[in-house]
């Protein structure tokens, strides 16, 4: 089994601070990393999402950072808010393969 | 466009019942995804469907049976519920050529006594 491995389980941070969530990823073959954000009682939905042929996305105050040489990924919150309070989930796959393998979550506590 | 709908929101079972989860998508898309959802572990894909008529086992089947009814509607079955199948379980669609992302419904909560 292709894993993910996501770091920390659990982080809190203040509001105004910066969140950062880190994944790393086993199979070469992958080309897609998408991060997914789940709110208490909710399903997940997609985020931001990269593709290798870039080091760096940015959506507002969301920032994939992608290193491909260490196999590594990670979702910057820049000016952390209270409602940026959620469970996150690194993910990726091939592409052309419809399955993501999924991290094991974050769950972010952003305080006042 | 509800997306992806699932029922029951929550559901309780003793050991030994059975119960399907139902789910459908009106986006027309054509792979669906059973997932469950428990602390720590993240989302392991139960079973997967690339199309009406096909059904693949993911990482965790064991103790479930699915139906692609059709295009729009994939339920999953608990044939003997048991404590250990206690989890949120998620079902989701797959956007295809221009959305390639899931697409998830609310999850179905369920708690087996």
């Known amino acids: 089994q292709q894993q993910v491995k996501q770091s920390p389980q659990s982080l809190i941070v203040q509001k105004g601070g910066i969140s950062i969530i880190n994944c790393a990823y086993e199979?070469?073959?992958?080309?897609?990393f998408p991060w997914y954000q789940q709110f208490p009682g909710k399903g997940p939905a997609l985020l931001i999402a990269?593709?290798?042929?870039?080091s760096e996305k940015k959506e507002g105050r969301f920032t994939i950072s992608f290193n491909k040489s260490a196999k590594q990924f990670s979702l910057h919150i820049m000016d952390s808010q209270p409602g940026d309070s959620a469970t996150y989930f690194c993910a990726s796959n091939r592409r052309g393969n419809e399955k993501l393998t999924f991290g094991t979550g974050t769950r972010l506590t952003i305080i006042p | 466009n509800a997306g992806v709908t699932q029922t029951p929101k929550f559901q309780v079972l003793k050991t030994g019942q059975s119960m399907t989860l139902q789910c459908a998508q009106d986006m027309n898309h054509n792979s669906m995804y059973w997932y469950r959802q428990d602390p720590g572990m993240g989302l392991r894909l139960i079973y997967y469907s690339a199309s009406e008529g096909t059904t693949d086992k993911g990482e965790v089947p064991n103790g479930y049976n699915v139906s692609r009814l059709n295009k729009r509607e994939f339920s999953l079955r608990l044939e003997s519920a048991a404590p250990s199948q206690t989890s949120v379980y998620f079902c989701?669609?797959?956007?295809?050529?221009?959305?390639?992302?899931?697409?998830f419904g609310p999850g179905t909560r369920l708690l087996v006594l």
């Open positions: 989701a669609s797959w956007g295809g050529r221009g959305k390639e992302t899931q697409y």
């Open positions: 199979n070469t073959a992958f080309d897609y």
């Open positions: 990269i593709r290798p042929d870039v």
